[in-house]
């Protein structure tokens, strides 16, 4: 599996767990559903940022597309706090969510086209390999140290 399909996983994780959260029925089951999207997020988005920004930055041709994929990181983790601290209310919850997907969908879907179609144009098939070991692996460390 090369860093795109890698990514594409997470990327699936997440809208599935966005799904789980629309079914779940009690207030208690969203809010864990949010405690483990919270986790999957960040996790994702540091670890991202650590290896597969990282590499692209070292291009020129990738230094916008990277610097406007940081910055819906930031927005991602903005609203995300905004969720965490509107968890006890039902409503301002569904409603915190609802904007977290919509920022959420809209990173995914230009990262999937226009930073993987950038990354696609610079990275050989052997790095984009390398970095999905890489960023397997610093997943890994932010998982064992998860007071991120």
């Given at each position: 599996?090369?860093?795109?399909?890698?990514?594409?996983?997470?990327?699936?994780?997440?809208?599935?767990?966005?799904?789980?959260?629309?079914?779940?029925?009690?207030?208690?089951?969203?809010?864990?559903?949010?405690?483990?999207?919270?986790?999957?997020?960040?996790?994702?988005?540091?670890?991202?940022?650590?290896?597969?920004?990282?590499?692209?930055?070292?291009?020129?041709?990738?230094?916008?597309?990277?610097?406007?994929?940081?910055?819906?990181?930031?927005?991602?983790?903005?609203?995300?706090?905004?969720?965490?601290?509107?968890?006890d209310s039902m409503a301002d919850l569904e409603k915190k969510?609802?904007?977290?997907?919509?920022?959420?969908?809209?990173?995914?879907?230009?990262?999937?086209?226009?930073?993987?179609?950038?990354?696609?144009?610079?990275?050989?098939?052997?790095?984009?390999?390398?970095?999905?070991?890489?960023?397997?692996?610093?997943?890994?460390?932010?998982?064992?140290?998860?007071?991120?």
């Amino acid at each position: 599996m090369d860093i795109y399909d890698y990514l594409k996983k997470d990327h699936r994780k997440v809208s599935d767990l966005f799904k789980q959260f629309a079914d779940a029925k009690t207030h208690e089951r969203k809010k864990e559903i949010i405690d483990f999207l919270a986790q999957e997020l960040l996790v994702h988005a540091r670890s991202e940022q650590d290896t597969f920004y990282k590499l692209l930055e070292s291009f020129n041709e990738s230094k916008e597309e990277v610097l406007h994929g940081r910055k819906e990181h930031q927005d991602i983790e903005k609203q995300l706090k905004e969720v965490m601290n509107s968890m006890d209310s039902m409503a301002d919850l569904e409603k915190k969510v609802q904007k977290l997907k919509e920022i959420v969908e809209h990173h995914v879907d230009e990262e999937e086209s226009e930073i993987f179609d950038q990354a696609k144009d610079v990275l050989s098939e052997e790095d984009a390999y390398m970095i999905k070991e890489q960023m397997h692996d610093r997943k890994v460390q932010y998982y064992q140290n998860i007071n991120i």
